[in-house]
């Protein structure tokens, strides 16, 4: 099998979505990225459609995190991204787009659960009042709906003027979701969640976001293939920053094209 | 053997030194404490100094250093803060900024008499300003100035960047996540950064005896309209602070009492800057768990 | 849908907002720097007159031992020669450092390798506190301690090197003390532990292995006190006798940069030449903060080559 490697690094399997029976949230089209000179990303192409969750697999080091970070520019700093990123019908990877503006349609949740050190509700309401929302009654209303979008809202309901810091990690995570729901994004751009919780956080969240798929269009960069497996409607695989193989998450997972995606599922390496 | 005699003495030797060290300093401390706290009493604590007779006080002087002190820091903290933020934020890692730190650097190592001799020139003379308040607030925020840029980009620089992404995922500009989020965060150890350089400035003298003057004229405590000259608040009136008193009273030699107002003065001093220490520490505390528990 | 689109092809607030704050924070950065430019601009335009407009020259001003710049001197030129005083701010400044070192070092070494829990409880705050004591009480106590004792031990007004030296020890000690800690803390504890593995006494360990590996941060503790020393003005002028004479020996009252310039800035006219040849002192001062700068920042980037081969 030795000498098949090299074929099979060349093997990919990428699904497109007939734009008829789909309708597609957020598409790549030829995206390079580069940390300095060394090239992250050589060939990401992915179709996302609209309210679906998506996963992003792969090793880690394959670039799954990148990509996912470059969708609402967060890497525009620290990496150059080429290519386009096509959001309604617009390449968001353009000076002419505001990219604040791009942020708030579409949402991110990181790694690590990051929530400011200020209070419960202000951690929500802040970047809300921060775009000119005063309205008190407006504000708890929003506050308590994303708190119960989150599943969280019964935990912390006589607490919202505690420090958020104070939250476990895994309640911290989930306020991270809340907060990032409460200003309504089209797309939630998740990267490894879950993977600083427990297993019971774990879970929590996982069916946090099969309720958010109703109103959402999630992508989730995850290492537990469990948890692709149990969430998403599609998978990719990625291996040394470029796609290998994007399907519906059943036929990755039971028979997939591509060898490397099949060692790789089957635990034989990353 | 001969290591482990070597050993043996070398840390005698090392327990020597460090105990005549802190005799040293434990002297010093003591050495003002107490020539200067029997000093210490409400009247002189609030009385005029007396420039040819014994039994003035260092009321003027007092609440001249006070208030210096809070001038110099309205004026220098936004400034730090904004300067703070750009080399901390928005600072791209190049040549440029590379020689704007060392520039700060420099400033930070001046010797204060040159900058108070730089006071001198542009704020009393070439403004016009004279030897006033306000040329010595000037004087002292040049002082201030890079220290207080430096500690306020270090206590930036620890606040994690995941607080920064996650202001930037909800759509917050950079501006936005640094003065609403980052800032709040960095909060506690700011404070203390700024309280400690309270006391630096508290106790500086090279830097105002030709900006602030060395003259304490009286006031008259009822008035408080900053636009009459003998007002407390009056930024145009020259101003003795309690630093500069001890160094004029020395050096001159004309009052009479003068080692036991320097004794009380230096007290006092000291008894600021242990004051402006212990706060520093304990606000930043307090602050800390403030933000991170309730 | 389309009002979506619409908003990401307008400028948002938040950009706005973000021109703003960086234009803001950038000219607070800037006037800093503009400050430090106008500090060079002035104290160089006054110094620099006493060479070009009252034509003194650079090298007599730099060697000559009379300072008296309203008369004129033994030559039939105005008598500004700053040796005593240039000679004065070094000596002390040297001696200081000299008699610092030692003490701060050991102390130091005490604090992080003997003695750590005593070192964290007591030296460490109780150093850093005395960091932030105001010079002006180190002259006072100088006043009222130093000048006595040397005047009765070696005779002489009291007044002098001496005393200077005596002085400035006691207020940089703290500064590079509490450094040289810091120094010796940032090397790596695996460092001890390997040497001490290999059957070294403490002693070996922190003489050839913990020292050694901390040898540029302390030589930056040291510049740094000198930078201290030399700069400060009040604690000095206080004790030193402030007469401008090339110092014979350590207990004849003598004069630094600094002492001479606080004496004298108030009471000479603007424009004059005895103003004038102060600024020069003064340039020498800020040419010299500028030097022991530059030193530091060398040692700062030889250590950090080392520590990287």
Request: one cysteine or more.
């Amino acid at each position: 099998m030795a000498d098949n490697t090299s074929m099979t690094t060349d093997q990919r399997n990428i699904m497109k979505f007939d734009p008829k029976a789909h309708e597609i949230a957020l598409s790549t089209e030829d995206l390079h990225v580069f940390y300095g000179k060394s090239e992250a990303i050589s060939e990401g192409d992915l179709q996302f459609e609209r309210y679906k969750i998506s996963a992003l697999i792969g090793p880690s080091g394959s670039g799954k995190s990148t990509y996912l970070r470059s969708l609402n520019r967060m890497n525009d700093r620290i990496a150059t991204v080429n290519g386009k990123i096509m959001y309604r019908g617009l390449d968001i990877n353009s000076n002419d787009i505001d990219v604040y503006e791009m942020r708030r349609h579409i949402g991110m949740v990181f790694q690590r659960p990051n929530p400011f050190a200020k209070s419960i509700y202000e951690n929500i309401a802040f970047a809300l009042r921060q775009r000119g929302m005063n309205n008190k009654q407006e504000l708890d209303e929003i506050v308590e709906r994303s708190l119960r979008q989150a599943a969280m809202w019964d935990q912390v309901k006589d607490d919202l003027n505690k420090s958020a810091l104070a939250l476990s990690g895994g309640q911290q995570q989930r306020l991270c979701i809340a907060r990032a729901i409460a200003i309504k994004p089209d797309i939630l751009l998740l990267d490894e969640p879950a993977s600083a919780l427990d297993p019971v956080s774990t879970s929590q969240i996982e069916d946090t976001l099969l309720e958010l798929k109703q109103n959402y269009t999630i992508i989730i960069v995850t290492h537990n293939m469990q948890q692709a497996s149990r969430i998403s409607d599609y998978t990719a695989f990625f291996n040394l920053g470029k796609v290998l193989e994007y399907a519906e998450t059943g036929d990755i997972f039971t028979n997939p094209k591509v060898d490397l995606t099949n060692d790789y599922i089957s635990g034989n390496f990353g | 053997m001969n290591a482990k005699r070597a050993d043996k003495l070398a840390t005698g030797i090392l327990y020597f030194v460090a105990g005549l060290v802190v005799l040293i300093l434990v002297a010093l401390l003591g050495y003002i404490l107490v020539q200067g706290v029997p000093e210490i009493s409400w009247h002189f604590l609030t009385s005029p100094a007396l420039a040819f007779e014994a039994g003035g006080g260092i009321g003027i002087q007092l609440f001249n250093s006070f208030y210096l002190l809070f001038l110099a820091l309205l004026i220098s903290l936004p400034i730090s803060l904004g300067a703070g933020i750009y080399l901390n934020e928005y600072a791209p890692q190049n040549t440029l900024t590379g020689l704007v730190r060392t520039t700060i650097e420099i400033l930070s190592s001046l010797p204060s008499v040159v900058v108070g001799l730089f006071g001198y020139l542009f704020f009393v003379v070439q403004f016009k300003l004279g030897f006033s308040i306000l040329s010595g607030a000037f004087a002292l925020t040049v002082f201030n100035l890079p220290i207080l840029t430096r500690s306020i980009e270090e206590a930036l620089a620890n606040i994690d960047d995941n607080q920064r992404e996650a202001g930037y995922a909800l759509g917050l500009s950079r501006w936005e996540t640094v003065t609403k989020i980052v800032v709040p965060a960095a909060l506690p150890s700011i404070i203390t950064g700024v309280v400690l350089s309270a006391g630096r400035i508290f106790g500086e003298a090279a830097a105002l005896i030709y900006t602030a003057g060395q003259s304490a004229p009286a006031l008259n405590f009822s008035d408080w309209n900053p636009f009459n000259i003998s007002s407390p608040l009056s930024p145009m009136r020259p101003a003795e602070t309690l630093a500069v008193h001890i160094w004029k009273i020395n050096s001159e030699g004309i009052m009479p009492d003068a080692k036991a107002v320097s004794a009380g003065a230096s007290a006092v001093l000291i008894i600021a800057v242990l004051l402006f220490n212990f706060l520093a520490r304990w606000l930043g505390k307090r602050l800390y768990k403030h933000l991170t528990a309730e | 849908m389309d009002k979506i689109r619409a908003s990401l092809l307008k400028k948002s607030v938040a950009t706005k907002i973000e021109r703003r704050g960086k234009i803001l924070s950038l000219s607070c950065l800037a006037l800093i720097i503009v400050v430090v430019f106008l500090i060079f601009y002035f104290v160089a335009s006054r110094g620099l007159a006493t060479f070009f407009e009252n034509h003194i020259n650079l090298w007599q001003f730099l060697s000559g031992t009379q300072w008296n710049p309203g008369t004129t001197g033994t030559n039939g030129q105005p008598a500004v020669g700053a040796l005593p005083m240039i000679v004065g701010s070094f000596l002390i400044t040297i001696l200081s450092a000299l008699i610092a070192t030692p003490f701060a070092i050991g102390t130091a070494v005490f604090m992080t390798e003997i003695s750590p829990k005593r070192g964290a409880q007591i030296l460490r705050p109780v150093t850093e506190l005395l960091v932030g004591i105001p010079s002006v009480v180190y002259g006072f106590i100088g006043l009222q301690v130093v000048v006595p004792f040397v005047r009765n031990t070696f005779g002489g007004s009291g007044y002098g090197i001496l005393s200077g030296t005596f002085v400035l020890f006691v207020m940089i000690l703290p500064t590079v003390t509490s450094m040289s800690a810091d120094a010796l803390n940032a090397v790596p504890r695996y460092y001890r532990e390997a040497s001490l593995a290999l059957g070294a006494t403490r002693w070996q360990t922190i003489y050839k292995v913990v020292l050694r590996a901390a040898i540029p941060g302390m030589l930056t503790a040291i510049v740094f006190g000198m930078a201290r020393a030399f700069g400060e003005a009040l604690a000095v002028q206080m004790v030193i006798g402030n007469a401008t004479l090339l110092p014979q020996n350590l207990v004849s009252p003598a004069s630094t940069l600094t002492s001479i310039l606080t004496m004298g800035i108030g009471n000479t006219v603007m424009g004059s030449l005895q103003n004038n040849a102060l600024w020069s002192l003064a340039m020498i001062l800020l040419l010299m903060s500028l030097v022991f700068n530059l030193v530091i920042r060398y040692i700062g980037r030889k250590g950090k080559l080392n520590n990287e081969r």
